[in-house]
Nanobody, 124 residues
Framework: QVHLVESGGGLVQAGGSLRLSCAASGRTSNNLHMGWFRQAPGKDREFVAAITWKGGNVYYSDGLKGRFTIARGSAANTVTLWMNNLKPEDTAVYFC?????????????????WGLGTQVTVSS
């Protein structure tokens, strides 16, 4: 069993920044592709960003490119998401995700493992 644990959510004013981190533990190889999805109240879960296990490829939701940055951590199977110039519409629960393989990185059903989520609230 693989467990993903997120940290770093919280409350921030519009225009501020937050950093989310995620670490995978348990019965896992050291080659997980990892990423983030988010879900706002009353809305569907949406893709945020993903990164391949070596960090050679990164992917972003078109609407978030330029404000969000994803990178692998120094430890195996860790990932960080930097979020800048946050807007109230970024308010959501952010989920860390992981998969050993994927083809469509922006599809939720490509990911085998999900964290419990961390709340990000951006006030106006």
């Amino acid at each position: 069993q693989v467990h993903l644990v997120e940290s770093g959510g919280g409350l921030v004013q519009a225009g501020g920044s937050l950093r989310l981190s995620c670490a995978a533990s348990g019965r896992t190889s050291n080659n997980l592709h990892m990423g983030w999805f988010r879900q706002a109240p009353g809305k569907d879960r949406e893709f945020v960003a993903a990164i391949t296990w070596k960090g050679g490829n990164v992917y972003y939701s078109d609407g978030l490119k330029g404000r969000f940055t994803i990178a692998r951590g120094s430890a195996a199977n860790t990932v960080t998401l930097w979020m800048n110039n946050l807007k109230p519409e970024d308010t959501a629960v952010y989920f860390c995700v992981a998969a050993e393989f994927f083809t469509d990185y922006d599809r939720a059903d490509e990911y085998d493992y999900w964290g419990l989520g961390t709340q990000v609230t951006v006030s106006s």
